[in-house]
């Protein structure tokens, strides 16, 4: 459940006074709050945790981070849906 | 050197595996406190191509291993009622309870649900104005700006059907239990055996790492905060060792490209707006002094265990688990008779075996041969 995960903002919008983007993680997208994170905007990548971003990333550091994930097998779908019934995937705090 | 082509960038691994091997004098020994390391260390073998002087102790840093059993059977009492929606994350659906788990909940017609994100628990409340919707916020630091979000946003709408089951911990106390615990050798003034710590990245990204400070000071431990890639967890283990040969004991960043000193303000925010420090119970450890949050004053109405009245159920812990000491890094895995036998993902007796994030579940995953005495591979399987 704890698999933070680098995704690429690519619009953003309100959600009845809640900011929320929707975010590219290397092809999977997902709607995520940003209120968190004031600074972010179009086109730059974030930390995203359990539908929340909680940190800025640089691009390359993001894009490396994401190889590391398909590297090491993470289904990033699958984690993002967080469907599999007996957890699977996941990384801690 | 065979697990050295799995790493990113194998000749900066090579370079960092040299310079920890060079520095190396003396036996040291360094724990991980956050689950995520512990998968990558098993996973990459880290543990197994370091000197053989420096030892690797797991950390109890596994949100879904250390919640109690007593909130499990909580979580599995209200999952069973009329009218009620679960939803969880969906790594504690098959976390052991006294007698069940939330999968078997489900499959006997409890409405049960896995959601990504805590806002949809929120979302699922408003679609279903004749349901309770309840959500299991367990989860360290990284976890609580987003299960606070959603009762914050909860009670802006007006939601009278939707409620948080909390069981959230805090790293900071849990690392001051371990260093003040009397398990071990004696290492100058502390009781503890570890002698320096990988403080979890993302824990560190919403609170910042100044937490670490006092532990800093009063043990005079090394602590470096650090991400959760292998490279990562090598480079936290380089500047650890570094450290202490030096005889030094500073707080350190090695994961600067996310965490900053002061951490994630507009979170923390949100955080003290709806939760309070509380004493807290970890499943295998026991109560830890303000070591978890809960809902504070203003948000109690929202808070599950009161509105369902399961605040009075207390379970034993089973006596077969070893979890606790694998999450105080007293044993590893392997040393629990029940590993692999009666004990495995598909049948855990404990909640380390369940989690991903767990000791017991990685070494499974990765090292399940070990302890039959089968040469091991690097891909577990
Ligand atoms: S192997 Fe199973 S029974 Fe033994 S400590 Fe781990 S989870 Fe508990």
């Given at each position: 459940m704890c698999l933070a995960v680098p995704g690429k903002v690519l619009d953003i919008h309100d959600d009845r006074g809640t900011r929320m983007a929707t975010v590219d993680f290397g092809g999977v997208?997902?709607?995520?709050?940003?209120?968190?994170?004031?600074?972010?905007?179009?086109?730059?990548?974030?930390?995203?945790?359990?539908?929340?971003?909680?940190s800025r990333l640089d691009e390359a550091s993001a894009l490396e981070t994401l190889q590391m994930f398909r590297d090491l097998g993470v289904d990033l779908d699958e984690e993002m849906t967080d469907q599999s019934p007996d957890g699977s995937t996941g990384t801690a705090p | 050197m065979r697990y050295l082509d799995e790493f990113r960038d194998p000749e900066l691994a090579a370079r960092l595996f040299a310079d920890i091997a060079r520095a190396t004098t003396r036996e040291w020994a360094i724990m991980e406190v956050c689950g995520g390391q512990t998968h990558a260390i098993i996973r990459n073998g880290i543990d197994q191509l370091l000197p053989p002087a420096i030892e690797l102790i797991h950390g109890p840093g596994c949100p879904v291993c250390v919640t109690p059993l007593a909130v499990i059977d909580k979580a599995l009492a209200i999952a069973g009622m009329p009218d009620v929606v679960f939803c969880s994350f969906g790594d504690m659906l098959r976390v052991p309870g006294s007698e069940h788990d939330l999968f078997q909940v489900r499959s006997h017609g409890g409405d049960v649900r896995v959601v990504y994100s805590p806002l949809d628990a929120v979302r699922i409340a408003e679609d279903n104005p004749g349901k309770q919707v309840v959500f299991f916020a367990i989860g360290f630091e990284t976890?609580?700006?987003?299960?606070?979000?959603?009762?914050?946003?909860?009670?802006?709408?007006?939601?009278?059907?939707?409620?948080?089951?909390?069981?959230?911990?805090?790293?900071p106390p849990a690392m001051e239990a371990i260093m003040s615990s009397s398990n071990g050798s004696s290492n100058g003034s502390r009781t503890s055996r570890v002698d320096g710590f990988l403080a979890a990245g993302h824990v560190c990204s919403v609170m910042g790492s100044w937490q670490y400070e006092p532990l800093v000071e009063r043990?005079?431990?090394?602590?470096?905060?650090?991400?959760?890639?292998?490279?990562?967890?090598?480079?936290?283990?380089?500047?650890?060792?570094?450290?202490?040969?030096?005889?030094?004991?500073?707080?350190?960043?090695?994961?600067?490209?996310?965490?900053?000193?002061?951490?994630?303000?507009?979170?923390?925010?949100?955080?003290?707006?709806?939760?309070?420090?509380?004493?807290r119970t970890w499943r295998g450890i026991g109560e830890i002094a303000g070591s978890g949050w809960r809902l504070n004053e203003r948000y109690r109405a929202f808070d599950a265990e009161e509105r369902f009245d399961v605040a009075a159920i207390d379970s034993p812990e089973s006596t077969r688990c070893r979890s606790g000491e694998?999450?105080?890094?007293?044993?590893?895995?392997?040393?629990?008779?029940?590993?692999?036998?009666?004990?495995?993902?598909?049948?855990p007796l404990g909640a380390t075996m369940v989690s991903s994030e767990g000791a017991c579940a990685a070494y499974y995953q990765y090292r399940r041969l070990d302890a039959t005495g089968v040469e091991l591979r690097g891909r577990g399987g």
């Open positions: 997208r997902k709607e995520i709050c940003l209120a968190y994170v004031p600074e972010v905007e179009v086109g730059d990548y974030t930390i995203v945790h359990v539908g929340f971003a909680i | 976890t609580a700006p987003a299960n606070a979000m959603a009762v914050f946003q909860a009670r802006q709408r007006g939601l009278t059907n939707f409620s948080l089951l909390v069981s959230h911990v805090l790293v043990y005079g431990v090394p602590i470096v905060v650090t991400g959760f890639e292998p490279l990562d967890v090598l480079e936290g283990i380089r500047r650890v060792v570094i450290q202490l040969e030096a005889g030094t004991a500073t707080l350190e960043n090695a994961y600067p490209r996310v965490v900053q000193a002061a951490g994630n303000i507009p979170a923390q925010a949100m955080i003290n707006d709806v939760f309070e420090v509380c004493d694998v999450l105080q890094g007293l044993i590893t895995p392997h040393e629990c008779e029940a590993f692999g036998r009666e004990c495995t993902p598909r049948t």
